[in-house]
Structure formats: structure tokens, C-alpha cells
């Protein structure tokens, strides 16, 4: 059964609701939809959210619309798996291909707020020669942005956020004190350590955007381990808890439960969004219109926007729209030992090593991987254990009950673009009554050479640190990427280097679906900063 | 096997500062759920109740789990996951004829209906999908093997470990707002926490479990 702001708008009648307040609202501005707004925004995720309060708070008249539910966490969200489904875009999605994804809870929200609802709070900054993959490294395609541009934006989103981070960082370029203090590591996290050390590589502990210290009306984190269900106290700084009260205050509207459909052009330009809300199909003006409904959405929804002037669907000149979709790799090293581990407590993953994104050397494949320590819940680890071992029957129920004696290692790693790799349209409908995704993936031989180094390598670590009865789950992949490439090239890529559109003048992309490669770290704080300096670009362009 | 965490129940802290109102209401309802009716035949019905009791058994002395009214809620719903593989139909089409297929298997190999095999031969037959191995015609139009990884387990594992009488049996600290918890190092418990039980230990788990508000 749905819940109530599932069904009921709750943003309109020039309130919204205040998130930190059980059944409290702030103000609104609501703009007309005759009005010419200066930017509609499809999806507040990572990438949408962020560029909503950034636009609003530069002056611009900002509409942002998600197809997704207006939480308040505190009053809305259980401490369960199965009732925070309700986080999760789970509208049918046909997937093939020879390594066909599963969608869902591993990779796609539908919230105010996009999937940093209930994404795991990991927020890593890129190596900064994975930007220049091509020319620093031989493989995939360069981004068309300079690293230490990227540095200054992760700085703000950084302090955006109050990363919760270490001291110092062992890896990469100098970068400033994380502004809180690292979390405490679990016993999960201390396995890490000891196999990383044991191996003499370098480790620490996991720069999460969740709170170490209280910060306004949040509270910090108090360990409850739920974070991939949503966190209903607030500690974790998602972008509904961060970056969406700043741009009401500054002036954003945000349309919850607002499906859109199609983007309308004329002449050549984008003139405004179609969008079902309250049963009802309506139209919004806009001067420009910026998507971004991630990896997926973003490709279906200008696919879906074709038009007599734009055929094949709008910003696809190229022909890449859809194409080059990447997810990570998130295969796993599992094992058991004498302590009580109960890796339920906590954030999921709180000590990282980034070694493998920096060393090159040693490796029979192009990219870059990290790995995590990991908390999975019960219902999740029933399902690697049952889908990952064939463990079923009395075998798998024995099994569960030595959980808290579990032990394991998540890697984060690199997938290359493939053109093959890609988001089409089906001949089926969903609710709304608009075609279905279809989902192709295949993994490639280089794919299959890391995921080897990467689990043995993780296999070792748990074997050093005192893990016996290891085994590997060789099928998981998380994150997604690349279906609107940014590029220096129209030829080549989708959107230009300031994720505007090569065809559309006023049509942008701004979500994780602008990454040329995905590098070997989680990506939504590369998306926030992308969503930053997108919004400087934009004052200095519009 | 002996049960590991001995007088530990999750629901026992129902009313303490582990569970907020949200939690109580979202498990009251699924505790509360029964089969719903208008949703496969009583033949599918039978051959699903078999599968579940093979798949995941029910906990040993704690009150057993709801696992079949669970996955037919899901049936009869068609939920989505938000993903299907383009070679098996929807949720509930899936069901229906995976159910019917693992029947006709039942029937091919033992010449009885899957409700009716003994453990080792439902057990046998079960293997044989989960392989792909299958010989029943019933299976054309959809791949055992898929139906089996696709549909069979997840939903029948994740309608399990919804349930307060398994999370108990893992020893899992279960709902955790607005309290969590405090001691994270390894072999540390918060009083809220289960014990396992240890033959060495100065007092036996039953004991120990006992102080979990
Ligand atoms: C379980 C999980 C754990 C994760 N853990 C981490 C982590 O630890 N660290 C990390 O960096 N990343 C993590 N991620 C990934 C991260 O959450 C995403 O990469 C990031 O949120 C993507 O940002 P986005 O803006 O591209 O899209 P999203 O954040 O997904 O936002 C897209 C929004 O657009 C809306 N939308 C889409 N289409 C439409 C439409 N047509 N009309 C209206 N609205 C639409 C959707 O409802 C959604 O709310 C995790 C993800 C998941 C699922
Ligand atoms: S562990 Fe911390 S961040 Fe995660 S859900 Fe709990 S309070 Fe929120």
C-alpha cells in the first residue's frame, strides 16, 4: 500500500515540508505555469537538488520537479527493509544483455531528494588523472574538465555536507581537514585495517556524509546501521536534509509525485516540460530546462521528448544518447571469524583503501578500484547468501544465525564505456503510461580481469586478518553512469563540457549520467560538484 | 541446531527506544498478514507452501514465520523490484507458471504432485530447477534457472528475513530508532543486544538476554 506522501502532493499552497520537523512546513515560492520560469530542473537528486539551491541562491527563478515522494524523515521512515522499498525507483525496467543489472534498491531512488535518500554516504573525491583517463593512462576518454577545478568544488560540497572524514588522507593531492571529525570505526572496519596492514598497503576511515557532531536541528549519527533504508534521525546529509532547504529559502519551488513526461521544443530550443501530477497532465514554460533523472531517466526521458524537429530524440546528434552506460563493479571477499563482529552496527562502510585507484602497477587491466568494509542487513544478506552461495533450506538458515561472526570486503571498481552498453526505449508501458526502459549491459573482458585481481586481493586481506571459511560473491554491481556524456567533441559526446547540450542551446544535463568514465570511487560527490560549478558556469552563460 | 541466541527476541523491544511508531506499525501489519485470497489456485497455493517450507525452514521454538502470506501479498500485488529479466514474465505471471512447472517436474520425476513428495524428493526436484535441469514441458517459455534466481529466492528469502522471528534467530539487534548503538569494537554488546550463547561464559545466554530493554 502506498503511504500518504506517496499519494498526496505535499509541496504547494506555498509551503513545503520542513524535514526536520515531524508535520512541519516552511514557505514556498510557487511560480505559474504561463510563467517563463528561468530553469525547470527534472529530478532533485545529486545532480538536480544540488543545482536547485545553487541557481536560487544566484537569483534565478528555479522549478524542480521529482517524480518521487517528499519525505520527512523522522515522521515517515521505518527501521525496516521492506517498508523503505518505498525510497526506491521500482517501476518496471526490462534489463538484458549478457550480465543483465538488477535496478531497484541497488541503484535507483524516487524521493525528493534523489537516491542520496538511501545511498550509503561514501563520499570520495576522484584520483585526479582518472579525469584524463585517455591521455594520462591509455584507457577510456578523457573528462573535458581540469582536476583542480574539481578540487575547488569538492572543497564546497565538502563543507556543504560536513564530510565526517580523517585527518589526514593517505592518498592523492593535499586536500583541507574534512570539516568533522572521522567516525568511529566498528569491528567491520577494524578487519580492514588489520588485513590492509597485514598486506602493507595504506587504509582509513571512510569519508561519509553522515554527522560526527551536531549541526543545526541534526542530530549526529547514532550508529544504527540502517543508512541504505533511509536514516530517520537526519545525521545522514542527504541532499533532501542539505542542499533542498537552502533553495527554498532562497526562493526554488519543488513539485513532489511530478512524473515528467516529455520536454517540448520550438524552433530548436527547449520551450518547457510536460508533466503528470494529481492525475493530470500539465505544462510548465521554462527559458531553459535541465535534466536530471540519473543515468537511466535522463537518456529515457530525451528519448521520449522526440519530436518532428528532433527524431531521434533531443541532444542526440551524436547518436550516443542512451549509449555508454556504466555501472561499478561491487563483487565482495566474505569470511568468518572467532569475534563478534554484528557489522550491523554503524554506517555500512567505515574504512576504505583507495590503494588500487592510485597504484597501477600490478595490473593486467585499465582502471581503478577501491574497497570498504561492509554491515549488510538481513534481508540483503540473505540474498548474497542464498544468490552468491546456492546456500537454501536449513543450510542457509544456519548460516544466518553466524551473521555476526561475518566479515567482508566491498570493492568499488571501474567499468569501461561500451557503446553497447546502453539505455533503450520498449514497446511496453508503465503507469504513467510511457514507454519502459530497456537496460543492456554486458561486462567485458577487462571488467572480468579486475573483478579477479580485486576479489583475490580482498580474499588475501580477510585471510591475513584471521578470516577463515572465505568465499566470493562474484555478482553485484552498484552506481550508475555515462549515458550523456559530457566532451570537448559534438561527434563524441552528448553534452559539451559545460553539460549543456550540443544541439539544444538551453536543454543541460546534470546528473551522474555526464561522467565520460566512472573512475574506481562512489560518485555522488563528484556529481554535487559537477552540480556546482555547473551553476557557476551557468551565471557566467546565461 | 541448537537455537544460538537463547530467549533473545527483537519484539521484545517493540516498546522501548529501539522501535519508533513507524517501526511498530509497519511489522504489527506484516506480522498480522494472512494469504490473501483471489490469487493463484489451491493446487499453486499447495506447491508454493511446499517450496517455502524447503527453502527457508521455519525457526525452532520462536513463533514461526509468515512467509507464505508474504510472497502471495507480493503475488497478488504484482510488485515490481523495479527490474525483470527480459526473458521471464512479471511477478505474478512468473509465479503462477514457475508454480506450475515445478508441479509438473514433481510429477515427471515422482509421479506426485510437488506438495506431496517427501523432503528428499521435493529437495531433488528443487535442485533440478535451480540447475536448469529440468525435463517438464512446463518450463519452455521460462528458463528454470532464471525463475529460480530471479524470482524463487529473492522473494521467498526477503518475505523471510521480514520477519521478527528470524531476525531473533540470527541474533540481529533488529529496528534501531531513535536509539542505536553505542559500543561498535568487536565483542562488545550493548545491553539491548543478543547474546550468543558460549559454554565458557560465567552466565549462560538465557540469562543474559534477559535485559533487553
Ligand atoms: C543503495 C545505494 C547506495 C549508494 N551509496 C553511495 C555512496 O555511499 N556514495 C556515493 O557517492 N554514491 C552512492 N550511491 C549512488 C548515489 O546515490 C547516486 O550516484 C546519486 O544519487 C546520483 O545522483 P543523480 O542526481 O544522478 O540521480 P538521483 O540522485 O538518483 O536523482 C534522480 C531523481 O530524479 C527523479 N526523476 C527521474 N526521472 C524523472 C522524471 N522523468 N520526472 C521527474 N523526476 C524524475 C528521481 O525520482 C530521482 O529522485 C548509492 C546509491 C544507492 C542506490
Ligand atoms: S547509522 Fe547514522 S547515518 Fe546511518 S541511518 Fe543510522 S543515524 Fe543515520
New interface residues.
Given amino acids: 500500500m502506498p503511504s500518504e506522501p506517496e499519494q498526496q502532493l505535499r509541496a504547494g499552497g506555498g509551503r513545503a515540508p520542513d524535514v526536520f520537523t515531524p508535520g512541519g512546513w516552511v514557505p514556498m515560492r510557487e511560480y505559474g505555469e504561463a510563467e517563463e520560469v528561468d530553469f525547470a530542473i527534472v529530478g532533485t537528486g545529486a545532480g538536480g537538488g544540488t543545482l536547485a539551491c545553487r541557481l536560487a541562491e544566484a537569483g534565478f527563478s528555479v522549478v524542480a520537479f521529482d517524480a518521487g515522494a517528499y519525505w520527512r524523515p523522522l515522521?515517515?521512515?521505518?527501521?525496516?527493509?521492506?517498508?523503505q522499498q518505498k525510497l526506491?525507483?521500482?517501476?518496471?525496467?526490462?534489463?538484458?544483455g549478457s550480465h543483465?543489472?538488477?535496478?531497484?534498491?541497488n541503484n535507483?531512488g524516487k524521493s525528493v531528494g534523489g537516491s542520496t535518500v538511501h545511498f550509503a554516504m561514501v563520499s570520495l573525491r576522484f584520483r585526479p588523472e582518472h579525469f584524463k583517463a585517455r591521455s594520462k593512462l591509455g584507457y577510456g576518454v578523457d573528462w573535458p574538465v581540469d582536476w583542480r577545478e574539481m578540487w575547488r568544488y569538492y572543497d564546497e560540497v565538502e563543507d556543504a555536507l560536513k564530510i565526517a572524514g580523517p585527518v589526514s588522507y593517505p592518498w592523492g593531492p593535499k586536500r583541507g581537514r574534512y570539516p568533522y571529525r572521522a567516525h568511529?570505526?566498528?569491528?567491520a572496519a577494524?578487519y580492514l585495517a588489520k588485513g590492509a596492514d597485514a598486506l602493507g598497503i595504506d587504509w582509513t576511515e571512510t569519508p561519509l556524509a553522515t554527522l560526527s557532531a551536531p549541526r543545526g536541528k541534526a542530530h549526529p549519527?547514532?550508529?544504527?546501521?540502517?543508512c541504505v533504508t533511509g536514516c530517520?534521525?537526519n545525521a545522514k546529509q542527504s541532499v533532501l536534509v542539505t542542499w533542498l532547504p537552502r533553495a527554498l529559502k532562497a526562493g526554488a519551488e519543488i513539485r513532489d509525485l511530478a512524473m515528467v513526461g516529455r520536454i517540448e521544443t520550438k524552433n530548436g530550443r527547449a520551450t518547457g516540460v510536460h508533466y503528470l501530477r494529481a492525475g493530470a497532465w500539465r505544462f510548465q514554460k521554462a527559458k531553459n530546462v535541465i535534466v536530471a533523472g540519473y543515468a537511466i531517466e535522463t537518456p529515457r526521458l530525451l528519448l521520449m521528448s522526440a519530436n518532428s524537429e528532433f527524431p531521434d530524440g533531443l541532444a542526440n546528434s551524436s547518436g550516443l544518447l542512451g549509449r555508454n552506460l556504466m555501472v561499478q563493479l561491487n563483487q565482495a571477499a566474505w569470511g568468518q571469524v572467532a569475534?563478534?563482529?554484528?557489522s550491523?552496527?554503524?554506517p555500512p562502510s567505515l574504512a576504505i583503501s583507495e590503494h588500487w585507484n592510485y597504484e597501477d602497477r600490478g595490473k593486467d587491466y585499465f582502471g581503478g578500484w577501491s574497497y570498504m568494509s561492509q554491515g549488510p542487513l538481513?534481508?540483503t544478506?540473505?540474498?548474497s547468501l542464498?544468490?552468491g552461495r546456492?546456500l537454501?533450506?536449513?543450510a542457509?538458515?544456519?548460516e544466518?544465525?553466524?551473521?555476526?561472526h561475518s566479515v567482508g570486503l566491498k570493492m568499488v571498481g571501474e567499468v569501461l564505456p561500451y557503446e553497447h552498453n546502453r539505455v533503450t526505449l520498449s514497446d511496453e508501458t508503465d503507469q504513467y503510461g510511457l514507454p519502459v526502459p530497456?537496460?543492456t549491459f554486458s561486462l567485458g573482458e577487462n571488467e572480468q580481469a579486475m573483478i579477479a585481481h580485486a576479489t583475490d586481493f580482498m580474499d588475501r586481506s580477510l585471510e591475513a586478518a584471521g578470516a577463515a571459511e572465505r568465499w566470493k560473491e562474484m555478482d553485484d554491481t552498484c552506481h550508475l553512469g555515462g549515458t550523456a556524456r559530457m566532451g570537448d567533441d559534438p561527434a563524441t559526446s552528448v553534452v559539451d563540457p559545460d553539460c549543456r547540450s550540443w544541439d539544444i542551446p538551453n536543454l543541460w544535463v546534470c546528473d551522474g549520467s555526464v561522467f565520460p568514465t566512472v573512475g574506481g570511487v562512489n560518485p555522488s560527490l563528484t556529481i554535487q560538484a559537477l552540480a556546482c560549478r555547473l551553476a557557476d558556469r551557468v551565471k557566467a552563460l546565461c | 541446531?541448537a537455537d544460538?541466541?537463547p530467549d533473545y527476541h527483537v519484539l521484545a523491544k517493540r516498546d522501548t527506544a529501539s522501535?519508533?511508531a513507524?517501526?511498530g506499525?509497519?511489522?504489527d501489519a506484516?506480522l498480522a498478514k494472512d494469504p490473501p485470497e483471489g490469487v493463484l489456485s489451491d493446487r499453486q497455493r499447495q506447491t508454493l507452501a511446499r517450496v517455502i517450507d524447503?527453502?527457508?525452514?521455519q525457526?525452532e521454538h520462536r513463533p514461526p514465520v509468515n512467509t507464505l502470506a508474504l510472497v502471495m501479498g507480493k503475488i497478488a500485488a504484482n510488485?515490481?523490484?523495479?527490474?525483470?529479466?527480459?526473458q521471464l514474465p512479471?511477478t505474478r505471471r512468473a509465479w503462477e507458471r514457475g508454480l506450475d512447472a515445478v508441479d509438473a517436474e514433481a510429477c515427471v520425476r515422482h509421479g506426485s504432485g510437488f506438495a506431496f513428495l517427501s523432503d528428499d524428493q521435493a529437495?531433488a526436484v528443487?535442485c533440478a530447477v535451480?540447475k536448469g535441469e529440468v525435463e517438464a514441458p512446463e518450463w519452455q517459455d521460462l528458463p528454470a534457472g532464471l525463475f529460480w534466481?530471479w524470482r524463487l529466492?529473492?522473494d521467498i528469502?526477503?518475505a523471510?528475513?521480514?520477519h521478527p522471528s528470524?531476525?531473533s534467530?540470527?541474533?540481529?539487534?533488529?529496528?534501531?530508532?531513535?536509539?542505536?548503538?553505542?559500543r561498535?569494537?568487536?565483542?562488545r554488546?550493548d545491553p539491548w543486544?543478543?547474546a550468543?550463547r558460549d559454554d565458557q561464559a560465567p552466565s549462560p545466554a538465557e540469562a543474559r538476554n534477559h535485559h533487553a530493554e
Avoid at chain 1, 515522521?75 to 517498508?83: I, P, Q
Avoid at chain 1, 543483465?100 to 534498491?105: D, H, I, V
Avoid at chain 1, 549519527?221 to 540502517?226: A, D, M, S
Wanted: glycine share 10%; net charge neutral.
Fill in positions: 515522521e515517515d521512515f521505518a527501521s525496516d527493509e521492506t517498508e526506491y525507483w521500482t517501476d518496471r525496467r526490462i534489463v538484458d543483465p543489472l538488477k535496478m531497484g534498491s535507483s568511529p570505526m566498528n569491528a577494524n549519527c547514532v550508529y544504527r546501521g540502517f530517520s534521525t569475534d563478534e563482529v554484528r550491523y552496527k554503524g538481513p534481508i544478506w540473505a540474498k542464498a544468490g546456492g537454501w533450506g536449513q542457509l538458515i544456519d544466518m544465525a553466524r551473521n555476526n530497456r537496460i | 541446531m544460538r541466541f522501535w519508533n513507524q517501526t506499525a509497519v511489522v506484516r524447503r527453502i527457508v525452514p525457526p510488485g515490481s523490484d523495479g527490474f525483470r529479466h527480459h512479471e529437495d528443487l535451480e534466481s529466492i529473492p528469502v526477503s523471510y528475513y521480514a528470524a531476525w534467530a540470527m541474533g540481529f539487534g533488529g529496528p534501531a530508532s531513535p536509539r542505536g548503538y553505542v561498535l569494537q568487536a565483542n554488546r543486544e543478543a550468543e
